[in-house]
Structures are given as structure tokens and as C-alpha cells.
């Protein structure tokens, strides 16, 4: 049976009541299957195939009660009619008209109606107050167009409207199928810093095995945060979106529901460029019904923990009780997120007193770690990242051959290195924390 196809007639009106008396009118016009509400009580428009908004002008826009609600139309058959002191075929009366339409951007607009109406007696005594020449004083040309919209609107204002919206309604029931509830589409996006090194990119794949296997039929797409390795690899001839990029492709594609997996170590400045871009999507306009930003792998107490866990089962099967484990974090020259790494350094050393985490920049420091380990007289070290990727820092720093490479530096000290060159991502442990 098909279902029964509704419209939808929402305004706001000030004391003349222009916009209602219009409102009204259209109601009458559609008939039984018309509804109508003010603003601040209409139900949600998603369920009615034709959504008509009317305003009295204020400043040029919709008040806040319309603007409110249009934020909610999503996608759909609407129509706009407006009430206001300025001739309906001035350039004024068309921007109000264009405001309101860019506030629907996303919705197919089959109607429109401009009409004069009648002001506030309140107002025209501060517009007479004005001394001349200031915007809104009074003046002759503002009298004659003040005395004629004090018959606005009038029965064929009210004729007319009818007439548009009629005609509008009755093509979309000609043409349109019934309205039908959209399903959602959900998916998930994973958001890197980003890597330029190929060999790096197995941490990511594997990351997305694993949330693939977890979350079966789910569609998993790409952003990377960082622009510099953005613009490295379209120059290469890759092209990989950011954030924000992204979530608007997403959106365009009818997704309705996303949930943003941050494939940060720590809520870093990274994180928050990626919180921020992402948050846009919140908006009731241009965004989706439901939008989830997941947190770093090292946040909280919690996090730390399961973390810890995880590096724990990831150590070297061959490693001797005389050999000590130097991981590599990234760290901010600001200090930002510090403590996070410093937590962590102290949590896994508590766990194994031969485990030593130091950071690129920042706190704790790799010179502190170095002296702990010549004072200790290991046989040996292992290197490994405490990164998601075994990207550029991984074997640059931690294990390349140049004098200043921590492994260089722990060499010069007489102590045998091993560096392990695998980013945390690689762990399947590490992988499903992201689940």
C-alpha cells in the first residue's frame, strides 16, 4: 500500500502576523495532507516529502526559531516564502531570499514567494526618530513604500502563494516517489599522521585487517592529517584526503553515520587538528546524523594500561635477560603531551626495569636513557619504535647509520644493537586496541 505523502508548512511570525496569514493560506490550499506548525513546535521534517518555510525578515535573514529549523532539512523538497517592508522585487527583498536559500543548500528548493507586508507601528516611530540620512531614516520614497505595505498581505498575496506552492505540491506528487525514511550508511575513517615511506605502510594496512575483521561490511576509508605528507605523496602521484576532505566525500556519498578512529600515540597537536576538522561535521547542516571521534592509544589510566600490555606482548621472543629494550616515542619540543610519554616510560619500566622509553623531542629525554643504560652494562639493546609506523624517524634516527642515530650513539658506548623496525600498528595486540 503506498504510503500516504505528506506536506509540511513551518514560520515564525512577528506582532503583524504577515507571515502567519500566509502560512495559513498555503495550509488551507494543500488540504488535508498539509500540516502546520510555528517554528519552535515543528516535528522533525526528515518524514514529509515537502517542507514550506516562511519568515518575516529580520536584518535581512530568518529569525533564529527558522534558522534552527533549517538546519534540519537535510536533502529535501522545500519551499521559501518571506514577508517584509521592502518592495518584493527590490534587491533587498531578493538577498533575503538568496540568505534563506543558502541555508538549504543541500535541498531542492521547488517554490518561492515574496511578499509585502505590513510593519510594526513601534517601528516606523524609529524610523521617523532617525535623524535624515541614516540608514532606515525616514524620507518620502521610504513613506510610499511604508503606506503600501499596510494593506500587505492582502487576498491576492495570498492567492498567489497559494497558487505557487499548489503547484509545486502537486508536481512532486506527480513526479515523486513516496518519501521513504533514509537507511543509514555507516563507515569508519581511519585518520593517520601519514607516512611517505613504503615500507612503513604495513602498520596501517594491518590496522586495517584487523578493524575490517572486527567490523565486517563496514566500508573503512583513509585521511592523513599531516599536510606536508599529503602534498609529498600527490606529488608522487598518490593522493590521500585529509580529514576534512574526506568526511565531505563521506557525506556526499549518503553516509549517515561515521566513526573517526584517531591513529594518534598521544591527544598531540595532531589530534586536535584532526578533532577540529572533524567536529565541522557535527553541524546539524552539513553533517551526519551520528559522528564519532575515537581517542589516541595513550589518553588515560585506562588506555595506558591496555597499552602497556600490548608493547609487553610485542617484545623480541629472542631477547636475554641481559639485554635492555629502548623504544622510540615522538615527543613535542613544546612539551605538549609530555606527561603522557613520561607515564608510560614509567609504567613499562616499573613492569620491566630493562625497558627504556625516550622520545624524539621533548621529554623523557634520550641522553637520560642513554646514561642508564652505560651505567647498567647491558650486553645489548634492542631498538624499536613506540610509533605506529616504522616511518622516517624509525630508521633515520633510532636505527640509521649516521654519528647522531641513537643507535650510532649507543654503538660509540661499546653496546651491540638489534633494531627492531616494526611500528606498533604491525601487533595484532596493538591493532584491535583501535577496535
Not at 495559513?24 to 517554528?39: M, T, V
Not at 536559500?101 to 517601528?123: D, Q, T, W, Y
Request: aromatic share 8%; glycine share 8%.
Amino acid at each position: 500500500m503506498e504510503t500516504q505523502r505528506k506536506a509540511l508548512v513551518v514560520y515564525t511570525s512577528r506582532k503583524t502576523g504577515n507571515t502567519r496569514k500566509v502560512a495559513e493560506a498555503i495550509h488551507r490550499a494543500l488540504g488535508a495532507q498539509c500540516e502546520i506548525f510555528p517554528a519552535a513546535d515543528a516535528p522533525k521534517p526528515n518524514k514529509y516529502d515537502f517542507v514550506i518555510l516562511g519568515f518575516g525578515v529580520y536584518r535581512g535573514w530568518p529569525d533564529g526559531d527558522l534558522r534552527a529549523y533549517m538546519k534540519k532539512c537535510r536533502n529535501q523538497n522545500v519551499g521559501i516564502f518571506l514577508t517584509l517592508g521592502a518592495w518584493p522585487d527590490s534587491e533587498h527583498a531578493f538577498n533575503c531570499m538568496g540568505h534563506a536559500e543558502g541555508l538549504l543548500n543541500s535541498c531542492r528548493v521547488r517554490g518561492k514567494f515574496i511578499c509585502h507586508g505590513r510593519l510594526e507601528p513601534a517601528m516606523i516611530e524609529r524610523m521617523k526618530a532617525r535623524p535624515a540620512g541614516t540608514p532606515h531614516s525616514w524620507d518620502p520614497e521610504r513613506a510610499k513604500r511604508v503606506n503600501a505595505a499596510e494593506t500587505h498581505p492582502d487576498e491576492n498575496d495570498l492567492a498567489k502563494a497559494s497558487e505557487i506552492f499548489s503547484k509545486a505540491w502537486e508536481k512532486i506528487l506527480a513526479s515523486d516517489s513516496p518519501k521513504k525514511v533514509k537507511e543509514d550508511k555507516h563507515g569508519i575513517l581511519l585518520a593517520a599522521f601519514g607516512t611517505t615511506v613504503p615500507e612503513a605502510l604495513k602498520s596501517y594496512e594491518n590496522i586495517e585487517r584487523v578493524v575490517k575483521e572486527n567490523n565486517p561490511g563496514v566500508p573503512v576509508c583513509w585521511a592523513y592529517t599531516s599536510r606536508m605528507v599529503r602534498e609529498k605523496l600527490r606529488k608522487s602521484g598518490t593522493a590521500v584526503k585529509s580529514v576534512r576532505g574526506k568526511l565531505n566525500e563521506m557525506f556526499l556519498e549518503g553516509f549517515t553515520s561515521v566513526k573517526v578512529v584517531s591513529l594518534h600515540m598521544v591527544p598531540g597537536e595532531e589530534y586536535h587538528k584532526l578533532s577540529a576538522e572533524a567536529g565541522v561535521f557535527r553541524q546539524p547542516m552539513m553533517g551526519f546524523k551520528e559522528l564519532e571521534i575515537g581517542k589516541p592509544l595513550l589518553h588515560d589510566a585506562n588506555s595506558m594500561d591496555l597499552l602497556c600490555n600490548a608493547v609487553m606482548s610485542a617484545l623480541p621472543a629472542e631477547r636475554t635477560p641481559g639485554d635492555a629494550i629502548v623504544l622510540m616515542g615522538h615527543g613535542n619540543r613544546k612539551g605538549i603531551c609530555e606527561l603522557n610519554y613520561i607515564a608510560a616510560a614509567a609504567e613499562l619500566n616499573r613492569r620491566d626495569e630493562n625497558i627504556f622509553l625516550a622520545t624524539v623531542e621533548g621529554k623523557p629525554d634520550f641522553e637520560s636513557v642513554r646514561q642508564k643504560i652505560k651505567a647498567a652494562n647491558f650486553s645489548g639493546v634492542f631498538l624499536m619504535p613506540f610509533m605506529l609506523v616504522a616511518g622516517d624517524h624509525a630508521r633515520n634516527d633510532l636505527a640509521g647509520n649516521d654519528a647522531d642515530s641513537w643507535k650510532s650513539i649507543l654503538e660509540s658506548d661499546g653496546i651491540a644493537c638489534v633494531p627492531v623496525l616494526k611500528g606498533l600498528g604491525e601487533y595484532d595486540a596493538i591493532a584491535k586496541l583501535f577496535c
